[in-house]
């Protein structure tokens, strides 16, 4: 695991702390299709469909995503059973998640 993953999977574990994640992939497209949605991060070992389910999603509706790390760890680093995706509710984590990634944050 690359340390950018570490330094995302530790703050999406404070987010999940603070109560600003929603995960699973129902929870995280009722999140982005209900403007919650800071960001979304998707699991680099989703399937396919799942991937351009959320990439074209997220882009719709003007949402950040990344893919980071795997499906064990995404669930692990949130107190969780593996998941696929997670949306962060919080724009201060949005943020700090986005830097980590080196992915510039591109909403207006």
């Not at 993953?5 to 600003?20: C, S, V």
């Not at 989703?46 to 509706?61: I, L, P, V």
């Not at 003007?62 to 669930?75: F, M, Q, R, T």
Request: glycine share 10%; net charge positive.
């Amino acid at each position: 695991m690359q340390s950018d993953d570490r330094k995302i999977l530790n703050l999406l574990g404070l987010a999940q702390k603070a109560g600003k994640i929603a995960s699973g992939e129902f929870s995280t497209e009722k999140a982005v299709k209900g403007g919650q949605a800071k960001m979304a991060v998707i699991s680099a070992d989703a399937s396919g469909n799942t991937k351009k389910k959320f990439h074209n999603m997220c882009e719709w509706y003007h949402v950040p995503v990344i893919e980071i790390s795997d499906k064990a760890s995404l669930g692990h680093c949130l107190g969780r059973s593996d998941r696929t995706s997670a949306a962060v509710t919080d724009e201060g984590f949005a943020r700090a998640i986005l830097k980590a990634a080196g992915t510039e944050d591109t909403r207006r």
